[in-house]
Each structure stands twice: as structure tokens, then as C-alpha cells.
């Protein structure tokens, strides 16, 4: 029984984490994103498995915490508040050409972040020729040009 | 002017993700506080987890942490009075039995003479060295069970002293 508690606790508070964390630190993968998810998984380890190495532990604590996903999956489909919560909604950053530095602000985006996006999706040189952003659900941004 | 589709999704969702903001910063200042709280040992390990109990009569010194997690190892630091009133080179200090179900003692030091299970608890024997010295006695152990815990301990047919631990699961 513990360890499925332990793999449903610990599931569910790096979930807890991750939203409040904030979309855009895990959007796109830099070093320091890299080490803390190398590192987060050497630190949930002995946490998930306790002292029991033994194989049926392994495959009891895999078994839940795929579960967990599948049903958390069917759950968010069926009900839109939890999908919202767990998943986030999209929103301008841009629109129609202006910039809403306190949206950005609040979400830890600047313009060199809309101008990487401009840049490798379209080709834009400068945030002028950018219509609408988009920070999406992922933590991605998306532009429209004009 | 006619709202563009992406104005209007935005129309819809900015109520939710301004609230989802404020939760955010909420969530990093809770998660700056729990990394503060376990620097000062709330979660085990720190300066405001260990204490120290005295038994005035005994001369016993019990020091150890109060917050403990279950696997993690932690030490008992038990101060024995030397030189004792019957003249004895041997100093016994006794353990209770209900503790020593909920921690499993990996290592004691020094070394004990003997160690013999007496009447709700376990006895271990040290031999006293010199004059009127202290026997200061390191027990580690690794907790395996949860919740608040009590222990006692002291010399044979001595004040006890009575302790309380919580074990983090």
C-alpha cells in the first residue's frame, strides 16, 4: 500500500510544482532546466522506492504512477474546470501590434522572447511586424505576423 | 471594429491566467519559505531540531533532534554520570522497549559491555574509565515508523527521562 501512496504523493506534488513554477520554465529546455530534471529524478528515487528494491516494488510504483496519468488524462477531458487548472489557458502578449509589457511582466516573458519566436517561426526582424503573440498553454510563444 | 477570434479567446482566458499568476507567485514565496524552514531544521537536521533534556537527579543529559525523518539517520547523545554512589566502574543505561520498536540503532559508541533486555527495556553496560568522568554515549538510529513518537531512558532503576520525537514519513 505505501508505495502506491508514496508514488501518488510524490506525483502529484511535482505536478503541484511544475504549474506553480510557471509555464515558461519548462518551455524550452536551457542547462539549468536540464540538471534540475537530471537531478529531480535522482532525488524522487529513494523516495518512490524506499528501502524495497525488489522488482514488484519497481513494478507497483510504475504501474500507479502510469495509471495516475491515464486517468488524470480522462479526467481533463471530461471536465473542462480541471483541464483549466491543470493545463493553463493561452493569452495575448501582442495585440494587434501592442505590446502588453504587464502581461509579460506577469508571466516572466520579454520582447527578446517574442523576437525568438518571431525570428525562428517567421522570419520577423522586429517586433513591429508582429500582429498577435500568443503565450500559449505549453509555455510556448506563437506569433502571427502582419 | 470587429474582435478577432484571438481577441476574443483572450477576452475569455485572461481572468483565469491573471488569477493563475498570482497563484504562481504564491506558490514560489511557499516554496522560498519551505526551503528556509528546512535550512532551520523544521524537516529534520538544523538548529531548531535538536534539544537537550536533563535528569537533575540522575545527572543524565539526553540531547537529540525532536524532528526526525523515518530513513533518515539521526543520533541520540547521552551523557552518563561516572562516577556512581556504590562505587562501580560499570554504568548501566537503560532504554525502553516501546522506542526501540519504532528505530532501528545502527551503531553504538562506545562499544558496550553487555547489553541484556530487562524488563520493558534493554540494558546497556559501559565500563567507566578514570575518576569521576562522564560516559558519553552516541547512539545512531534510523527511525521506521511515523507520526509523534515518545521514548524513554536513564539508568537502571533511576530517574528516567521522558522524550518526545516526530518522525517526518
Known amino acids: 500500500m505505501d508505495s502506491v501512496l508514496r508514488a501518488g504523493l510524490i506525483y502529484f506534488f511535482l505536478l503541484l510544482l511544475f504549474r506553480l513554477a510557471g509555464k515558461r520554465t519548462f518551455s524550452e529546455l536551457t542547462p539549468f532546466d536540464f540538471v534540475l530534471l537530471l537531478v529531480l529524478g535522482e532525488a524522487t528515487q529513494q523516495g518512490l522506492l524506499g528501502d524495497d528494491v525488489s522488482v514488484t516494488n519497481a513494478l507497483v510504483v510504475v504501474t500507479t504512477l502510469v495509471t495516475i496519468d491515464v486517468v488524470m488524462a480522462a479526467v481533463k477531458q471530461r471536465s473542462s474546470f480541471l483541464n483549466r487548472l491543470l493545463e493553463g489557458k493561452a493569452v495575448l502578449l501582442i495585440d494587434d501590434g501592442n505590446i502588453l509589457h504587464d502581461r509579460m511582466r506577469k508571466a516572466k516573458v520579454d520582447e527578446y522572447d517574442v523576437l525568438e519566436a518571431a525570428r525562428s517561426s517567421h522570419g520577423l526582424e522586429e517586433l513591429a511586424d508582429v500582429k498577435y503573440a500568443v503565450l500559449e498553454r505549453s509555455g510556448g510563444i506563437s506569433v502571427i505576423p502582419r | ?169
Open chain 2, 1 to 169: 471594429m470587429t474582435e478577432s477570434r484571438l481577441q476574443e479567446m483572450d477576452r475569455r482566458n485572461i481572468a483565469f491566467v491573471e488569477r493563475e499568476w498570482i497563484a504562481s507567485r504564491i506558490g514560489v514565496v511557499a516554496m522560498v519559505v519551505i526551503v528556509v524552514m528546512a535550512l532551520a531544521g523544521v524537516f529534520s537536521v538544523g538548529p531548531i531540531s535538536w534539544t537537550e533534556k536533563s535528569g537533575p537527579e540522575s545527572g543524565v543529559t539526553l540531547r537529540y533532534e525532536k524532528l526526525v525523518r523515518r530513513g533518515g539517520p539521526t543520533d541520540l547523545q547521552v551523557s552518563l554520570p561516572g562516577a556512581l554512589s556504590d562505587g562501580s566502574r560499570t554504568v548501566s543505561l537503560w532504554i525502553s522497549d516501546g522506542y526501540l520498536e519504532l528505530v532501528r540503532i545502527e551503531n553504538v559508541v562506545p562499544q558496550p559491555d553487555k547489553a541484556t533486555s530487562v524488563s520493558s527495556g534493554v540494558l546497556y553496560d559501559f565500563a567507566v574509565a578514570g575518576e569521576d568522568r562522564s560516559v558519553d554515549v552516541r547512539i545512531s538510529i534510523t527511525p521506521h515508523s511515523i507520526g509523534p513518537q515518545a521514548g524513554s531512558l536513564g539508568l537502571l532503576d533511576g530517574e528516567r527521562i521522558d522524550f518526545q520525537q516526530f518522525f517526518y514519513p
